[in-house]
T-cell receptor, first 112, second 117 residues
Framework: AQSVTQLGSHVSVSEGALVLLRCNYS??????LFWYVQYPNQGLQLLLK??????LVKGINGFEAEFKKSETSFHLTKPSAHMSDAAEYFC??????????FGSGTQLTVLP | GAGVSQSPSNKVTEKGKDVELRCDPI?????LYWYRQSLGQGLEFLIY????????KSGLPSDRFSAERTGGSVSTLTIQRTQQEDSAVYLC???????????????FGPGTRLTVL
């Protein structure tokens, strides 16, 4: 069974600063990996996904993530935070089973 | 086009009552998922439907939970004899359900917030 770990349940950054949200997966076979964002009282929206085609994945809203097999990581980054990036972010994995296994989420706060 | 819709958006019920939660997936999507989001447990998979195949019920927490999908479209999640620990946001998602389905993007609905008093 695979598992997903997100380090840091809360992350605060200043507007314009680098955003780094950490995600590690545990699987004997590299899974498909996803980052979702959830705004208050809304469903989840896909930011980006890793499907083995490229290790650096670019997503919407300026986010990107790099798959590192040696570190079993898929950290999410954005060079410059905007106030509108404040939300909860979930890392997720799928594999032979199509359902998503989610991390516990990271609440991102952007300070003015 | 229309996204995944869920109804009701909020449901308050008394302990011991049955509830039904509805999900309308995106037209043409053959795969449908139910997840539960709660403070203590995070986001958990409940059940997965793919076309006419038997559903994957491996995530259902107890036999009080059941789901069906009629005509390959609308799905209903039923919780019988609700308990306070069932309080959560229930999210539905759908995807194209292609042969490479593990990489399909799952599109999520806004969820139904269930409160069991």
């Amino acid at each position: 069974a695979q598992s997903v770990t997100q380090l840091g349940s809360h992350v605060s950054v200043s507007e314009g600063a680098l955003v780094l949200l950490r995600c590690n997966y545990s699987s004997s076979v590299p899974p498909y990996l996803f980052w979702y964002v959830q705004y208050p009282n809304q469903g989840l929206q896909l930011l980006l996904k890793y499907t083995s085609a490229a290790t650096l994945v670019k997503g919407i809203n300026g986010f990107e993530a790099e798959f590192k097999k040696s570190e079993t990581s898929f950290h999410l980054t954005k060079p410059s935070a905007h106030m509108s990036d404040a939300a909860e972010y979930f890392c997720a994995a799928s594999g032979s089973a199509r359902q998503l296994t989610f991390g516990s989420g990271t609440q991102l706060t952007v300070l003015p | 086009g229309a996204g995944v819709s869920q109804s009701p958006s909020n449901k308050v019920t008394e302990k011991g009552k049955d509830v039904e939660l509805r999900c309308d997936p995106i037209s043409g999507h053959t795969a449908l998922y139910w997840y539960r989001q709660s403070l203590g447990q995070g986001l958990e998979f409940l059940i997965y439907f793919q076309g006419n195949s038997a559903p994957d019920k491996s995530g259902l927490p107890s036999d009080r939970f059941s789901a069906e999908r009629t005509g390959g479209s609308v799905s209903t999640l039923t919780i019988q004899r609700t308990q306070q620990e069932d309080s959560a946001v229930y999210l539905c998602a759908s995807s194209l359900g292609t042969s490479g389905g593990a990489v399909d993007e799952q599109f999520f609905g806004p969820g139904t917030r269930l409160t069991v008093l």
